[in-house]
C-alpha cells in the first residue's frame, strides 16, 4: 500500500488540537517530533498516564505497525491511555499520517 506524506500532513489536521509532529515541544500530548523508533510513554517532560509508561516498560516501541494498531483503536491497545481520541477508521489515513510522523522523525 503506497504511503503518502503529504496527504498524511492533512490527516495530522485531527491530532493537531493536541500534538506537535514539526518541534520538540509537548502540548496537550507528547511531542510526535521523533517518534518513530521512540519507545512509548518516554518524551522528556510529558506527564504519561501509568497505561502508557507501562506499555513502553512492556516493550511497546512505536513502527508502523504498533501505531497502526495503536491509531485503529487507542484504548483498545492501551487500556487506560488518557488520550482522548477515538483513533481513526480509514486504513489509508492511518498509513498516510504514519508516512507524515516518518517525514517529521528524519
Ligand atoms: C499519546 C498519536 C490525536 C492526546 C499519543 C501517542 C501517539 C499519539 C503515538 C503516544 C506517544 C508517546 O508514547 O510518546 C496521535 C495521532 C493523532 C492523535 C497520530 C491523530 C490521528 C490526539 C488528540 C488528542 C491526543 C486529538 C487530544 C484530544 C494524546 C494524549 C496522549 C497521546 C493526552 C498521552 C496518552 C497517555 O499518556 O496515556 N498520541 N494522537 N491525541 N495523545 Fe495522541
Not at 492533512?10 to 514539526?22: I, P
Not at 518516554?42 to 494498531?69: C, F, I, R
Not at 491509531?71 to 498509513?95: C, H, S, Y
Amino acid at each position: 500500500q503506497a504511503q503518502d506524506a503529504a496527504a498524511g500532513e492533512k490527516v495530522f489536521n485531527r491530532c493537531k488540537a493536541c500534538h506537535f509532529a514539526d518541534k520538540d515541544q509537548n502540548k496537550v500530548g507528547p511531542s510526535l517530533h521523533g517518534v518513530i523508533g521512540r519507545t512509548a510513554g518516554t518524551h522528556p517532560g510529558y506527564n504519561y498516564s501509568k497505561a502508557m509508561v507501562d506499555a513502553g516498560k512492556s516493550g511497546v516501541v512505536w513502527d508502523e505497525a504498533t501505531l497502526t494498531k495503536y491509531l485503529q483503536d487507542p484504548r483498545g491497545m492501551v487500556k487506560g491511555t488518557k488520550m482522548a481520541f477515538p483513533g481513526l477508521k480509514k486504513e489509508a489515513d492511518i498509513a498516510n499520517v504514519i508516512a507524515y510522523l516518518e517525514h517529521e522523525s528524519k
